[in-house]
Every structure is written in C-alpha cells, then in structure tokens.
C-alpha cells in the first residue's frame, strides 16, 4: 500500500495542509485545516462511461464559479488511484485557469476513508448515486452506503424515494454512523449524474449534448447543496 507521504505527492494540495494532520491548529494554516470541506467523486465518468475529457472541463468550470462563492469552504475531488486519469485531467485544468490550490485540489483515497487513512478532515462527502438511491450497485455508491451503515438508507429515505438526474440531495448523517464517528463527516449529498451506459437505467445513447447539460446541473445542485450546509 501507499505511504501518506506518496498519496499526498499526487495530490496538488500545499503539503503543510494535512502532511503534518497533528500540526493543523498551528500557523496560518488554521483557518483552511478547520474550513468546511466538500469531498466529491467524479460524478458519472466510471459506471456510467461519461467521457473523461468532457467531464473534466465540466467539473473545472463548475468550480471555478462556486469556489469563491464559498467563503473559506474547501472543495475535494477524490478517485481511488494515484493513475486516475480525471484527477490528472482536472489538476492540469485547475491550473491552467489559475484556482486556488488551497480552496480546490485533488486527492488520491478512498472517500469513506479521507480522514483515517489520508487525514484529510472533509465533513461533507458526495455521492455518485442511482436513481433509487439504494445501497449497492458498486463503485463510489456501494462503498460509501457500506462504510455508512444502514442508517445512512434510513436517513436517505427520510429526505426522498427517488433521484432524478441532475439533482443531488442533502442527507444529514445521523452520529451513530461509523461515517460520522470514524471520519468526521456530518452530510451526505447524493448526486444523480447522467448515464452512458446502456446497462443502466436512462441511458443518453451517447447525446453529449444533453449529457453535458445533466452533468453541470448536477454539480451545481452539488456545490449549491454543499453551500446551504456551509451557510
Ligand atoms: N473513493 C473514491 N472514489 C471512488 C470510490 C471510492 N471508494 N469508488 C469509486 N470512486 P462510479 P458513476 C470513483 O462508478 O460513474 C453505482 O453503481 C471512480 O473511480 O462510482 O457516477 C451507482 O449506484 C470514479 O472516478 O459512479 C450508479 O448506478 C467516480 O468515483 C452508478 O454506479 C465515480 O464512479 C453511478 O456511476
């Protein structure tokens, strides 16, 4: 496995952030290391075959507007490998169009594991859910409503039965989640993205026009849910 020291290398965060977690109460870094932290995945591009190149400039453009919309909050996006090709896409993006590195970055983990395994505090993580918001169905999904426990369902049916996509959804983690306990993170949002892939449910036939159009309303309903969290 990775040492932290690697898996923080590929991630283009300013390595006093968190190479040193016991360190974040000292220095100027204090507000940014408390700062409230949104962790995303990259909605749609694996399960649901979005195209890579697409959804990187999608996901660039959405947080360039709402980075600064967003006080000192944070935003994240994770992938699982340190050759995950969208967080290489975005970062070269991010830094073609100057955003500040301290406020977006990418990050190499899994995101039921950002703060025990990375020590990375993020207390917002989204969701790349299924239209049923059920658990399973692999990738980010299954783990995360694994790693949250079967309250994590309880709480999400509370808010809604169904998704539609393009919307994403706030669910506040109960404390008696191992998700809550365990990493720190109070909310849940799930986000429906659109779906490429003819083996799932709504699938685009390919119509990227209509595609690009759900995905950047997912990311806004992303970072407007994440907003009214941080407000
Ligand atoms: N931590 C961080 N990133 C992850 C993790 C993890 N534990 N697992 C996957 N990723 P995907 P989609 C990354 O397929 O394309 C589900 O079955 C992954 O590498 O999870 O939106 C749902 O139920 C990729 O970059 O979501 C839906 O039916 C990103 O997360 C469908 O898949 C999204 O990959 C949604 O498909």
Redesign the pocket.
Same mark, same amino acid.
């Given at each position: 496995t990775l040492s932290h020291a690697t898996k923080e290398k590929d991630s283009n965060q300013v390595l006093e952030s968190c190479e040193e977690p016991k360190m974040a109460s000292v220095g100027s870094s204090i507000s940014l290391e408390n700062a409230p932290t949104l962790a995303f995945?990259?909605?749609?591009? @694996?399960?649901?075959h979005?195209n890579l190149e697409k959804a990187s400039d999608i996901i660039v453009e959405k947080v360039e507007e709402y980075v600064n919309k967003l006080g000192n909050a944070r935003l994240v996006l994770?992938?699982?490998s340190q050759h995950?090709k969208?967080l290489s896409l975005v970062r070269d993006k991010a830094a073609e169009k100057n955003i500040d590195s301290k406020k977006f970055f990418t990050f190499v983990?899994?995101?039921?594991k950002l703060y025990s395994e990375g020590g990375l505090h993020c207390n917002v993580i989204a969701n790349?859910?299924?239209w049923r918001l059920k658990p399973g169905?692999?990738?980010?999904?299954? @783990?995360i409503f694994s790693a949250a426990g079967p309250i994590l369902e309880t709480a999400t049916k509370a808010k809604a039965g169904s998704l539609s996509s393009g919307k994403a959804i706030v669910v506040p983690l109960p404390s008696s989640s191992p998700l809550f306990s365990g990493e720190g993170v109070t909310h849940v949002i799930h986000v429906l993205?659109p779906n490429m892939n003819p083996q799932?449910p709504n699938c685009l036939d390919n119509d990227y026009i209509k595609g690009c159009k759900i995905l950047r309303e997912a990311y806004s309903s992303l970072f407007d849910g994440f907003a009214s969290i941080v407000r």
């Open positions: 995945p990259s909605i749609s591009t @694996a399960d649901f979005f994770v992938d699982l995950s969208i983990g899994n995101i039921t790349a859910t299924n169905g692999g990738g980010v999904n299954a @783990a993205g799932r």
